[in-house]
Structures are given as structure tokens and as C-alpha cells.
């Protein structure tokens, strides 16, 4: 039996494993996300990231375990789930040849959506790419590219949305902005499941946090329970050196914070 879709997790994960041949890449993963919330699945290259939510986007099938997205199970469900869902790659899947404006009405006309043009004006109004929304994207920055990619899958509104490392190979501003975005579709109610490799992104974004270590999950908590698994912070005197990041903010100027 299946859980209302409005009741319950946004997404229910339980002993799930998956092998490729004699890989063990997944070997009993158990999670939950709340609605509404971000959730960060942390893991090094290889650890069964992208496994994990292509089993979730019903993309892959699992060799054991249930998963549920919205209250629907992804084996026995899949048509509910793929209607409950958005699934951004890891790899930017926006078309070269057509402008971004262009890119956000195709999607939605596939999506039967009402008024198109005006769907699109209003994602390219929210991530701030108006001015760029009648250029070819293959004129795009990556990080535009993204943001792009990021308010192709808002179309439709899908309460939860997959997000496999948003802000890979994006520099310091770009990651910014994408943050922002992230922050803004949770605000707005939306469930994010995000895979990062960067321990910042997720203290920056995320409700939640687990860790995805050799097949399963070794830890999963806020930043704060994260932190406290740590001894007890030592103090000491040191001079502080400038990260990379402040240096880098202060030569070309912090254009993300006069926004
Ligand atoms: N179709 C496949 N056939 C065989 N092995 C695969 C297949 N897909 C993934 N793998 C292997 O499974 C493991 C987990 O891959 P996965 O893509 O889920 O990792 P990831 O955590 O997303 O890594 P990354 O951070 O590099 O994106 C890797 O060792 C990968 O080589
Ligand atoms: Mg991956």
C-alpha cells in the first residue's frame, strides 16, 4: 500500500542495493527527505551518487529495496513518479543550437502547458538571464548554461526535484547564483535532492546531510549533528590567512551580493 502523496516523506529510501556485474555499488542505502527541505547526498567520485538518483527518477531499477518519491513507489509507480519529478544531469542537457527563451518554450509545449512564452519570460525573469533569453545558448557562460538547465526542470512545477551536481566546473560567482536558485525553489516549497562533492556546497544549501561511503549511508544529519560527531573545537592562536575564494572576491568585486 502507498502512502498519500500528501502525507509522509518527499522521498523514502529503504535497503537499497545495486550492483553493476561484480560492482557493489549500493548495498543497503536508507533515507528520508522531509518536504520541502534540501537534502545533500555527499560522496566521492564512484560512490554510487548518480546510481542513486537515476534508481529515484525510475531511470535505473534497483536490485533490492524500496524507494518512494511523493508518496509513490518508483518500481510499481513509475508514471506517478516521473509526474511528481524533474531531473537535472550532471552533464547540462540544454539545446546549443536555440536560444534560452527558445529552450524553456520546447519544454514547455511538451509539457502541455498553457501559454508557453509566458512561462519561459518568467523563468528566465527569476534566474536573472532576460537580457541573455534571445541568445543561442552555445554563446552561454556554464554558469548561465545551468541556471538555464536548473528553470528548464521548474517547468510544470514538480514538487521534487533531482539535482546531480549543480554546480560542478562552475566558478565561484556561477556557484553563487546557483545557490541562490537552489534556496529559492526550496523556499518556495519545492523538495531538493541534491549530490555534491563539495563539503561547502552543502553547509551552504542543505537541511540535511548524508553520506554515501561504500555502499551506504554513514551519516546523515544537520550541519550541527555533522559537526558535533567532531571533538570539541581546540583553540588556537593562528594568523589568519585569506582563503582563495576572499582573494578572488576582492580582485574582481562580489557581484553577487549587490544583487
Ligand atoms: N552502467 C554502468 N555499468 C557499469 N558500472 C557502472 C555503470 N554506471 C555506474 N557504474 C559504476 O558505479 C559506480 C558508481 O557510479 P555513480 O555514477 O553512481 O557514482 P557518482 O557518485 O555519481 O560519481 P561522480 O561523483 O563521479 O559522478 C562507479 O564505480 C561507476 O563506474
Ligand atoms: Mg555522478
Redesign the pocket.
Known amino acids: 500500500m502507498s502512502i498519500p502523496a500528501a502525507q509522509g516523506p518527499a522521498i523514502h529510501v529503504q535497503g537499497l542495493e545495486k550492483s ?2 561484480e ?1 557493489h ?1 549500493l548495498r543497503g542505502v536508507d533515507f528520508d527527505v522531509a518536504r520541502g527541505s534540501i537534502f545533500a547526498l555527499l ?10 538518483v537515476r534508481i529515484l527518477a525510475t531511470l535505473l531499477k534497483a536490485d533490492a529495496g524500496t524507494a518512494g518519491v511523493n508518496g509513490f513507489d518508483v518500481a510499481s509507480q513509475a508514471a506517478d513518479v516521473r509526474e511528481s519529478i524533474s531531473l537535472t544531469g ?1 552533464f547540462a542537457a540544454v539545446d546549443e543550437i536555440l536560444t534560452g527563451r527558445e529552450n524553456l518554450v520546447l519544454i514547455a509545449r511538451l509539457r502541455h502547458l498553457k501559454e508557453p512564452g509566458a512561462i519561459a519570460d518568467e523563468l528566465l525573469r527569476r534566474f536573472s538571464l532576460t537580457e541573455a533569453g534571445s541568445r543561442r545558448v552555445a554563446t552561454y557562460s556554464g554558469g548561465m548554461r545551468r541556471r538555464l538547465d536548473i528553470s528548464m526542470s521548474l517547468i510544470g512545477n514538480p514538487p521534487v526535484i533531482f539535482l ?2 549543480p554546480t560542478t566546473g562552475l566558478d565561484p560567482e556561477a556557484r553563487i547564483e546557483v545557490w541562490q536558485a537552489i534556496r529559492e525553489l526550496a523556499a518556495g516549497g519545492t523538495t531538493v535532492l541534491l ?1 555534491t ?1 563539495y563539503l561547502d556546497e552543502a553547509e551552504q544549501l542543505a537541511d540535511r546531510i548524508a553520506i ?1 561511503h561504500e555502499g551506504r549511508i554513514i551519516v546523515n544529519g544537520t550541519l550541527a549533528e555533522l559537526k558535533a560527531l567532531l571533538p570539541p573545537a581546540k583553540v588556537e592562536y593562528i594568523e589568519k590567512q585569506p582563503t582563495l575564494e576572499d582573494v578572488f572576491f576582492a580582485v574582481v568585486g562580489d557581484t553577487t551580493k549587490t544583487k
Open positions: 553493476y556485474k560492482l555499488v560522496g566521492s567520485n564512484g560512490a554510487g551518487k548518480t546510481t542513486v550532471q546531480d551536481e549530490t562533492q554515501l
